[in-house]
């Protein structure tokens, strides 16, 4: 006769000890949750510190981007203002030196070239110096919106000058 299968005999605990908890069972303390309002709140805080401490540095940048910007609108009205009154120059100078045979054909392109590089840079007044007032005022009134909605205008005219650079 087959012997019966018993099951397994679990030790018994002994008087004064406590039963420990098997493998694969977590036992947990019981006690406060901590509140998850808490926890932004700690991180808001953190973020507030950080930007105290860095507080002069953040405004010494944006005044150095608003004198930047105010440098670059002068620079913008100077090279505008000249290349107007060489544009003016060269369309008077143009026809007259087309027509003499004595002037070497490398400066009447190099007149023609000049001509129209100082006629881009007349075209482009209207959107760069509108750019350049956007930004200073996003600038001075910490609007970041208007400040990201001309970074890609701000892209845009840098190319336009670097393509009339001569290569």
């Not at 120059?89 to 190099?110: C, E, F, Q, T, V």
């Amino acid at each position: 006769m087959p012997t019966p299968i018993r099951p397994p005999v679990r030790p018994t605990a002994k008087p004064g000890i406590r039963p420990t908890a098997r493998p694969g069972i977590a036992v947990g303390k019981a006690g406060p949750a901590v509140k998850f309002s808490d926890k932004l709140t700690d991180s808001l805080n953190d973020i507030t510190g950080m930007i105290e401490e860095h507080k002069s540095m953040i405004d010494s940048i944006q005044e150095i981007a608003l004198e930047l910007t105010n440098s670059i609108g002068t620079l913008h009205t100077l090279t505008v203002k000249y290349a107007g009154i060489a544009n003016n120059i060269l369309d008077g100078l143009l026809p007259i030196a087309k027509g003499l045979p004595i002037i070497p054909k490398n400066i009447l392109d190099m007149l023609i070239k000049l001509e129209s590089i100082t006629q881009k840079i007349i075209d482009s007044n209207a959107m760069t110096a509108k750019t350049i007032s956007d930004v200073q005022i996003g600038l001075k009134t910490g609007d970041v919106n208007r400040l990201k909605s001309h970074a890609g205008e701000l892209q845009n005219v840098t190319r336009q000058l670097t393509a009339m650079l001569p290569k």
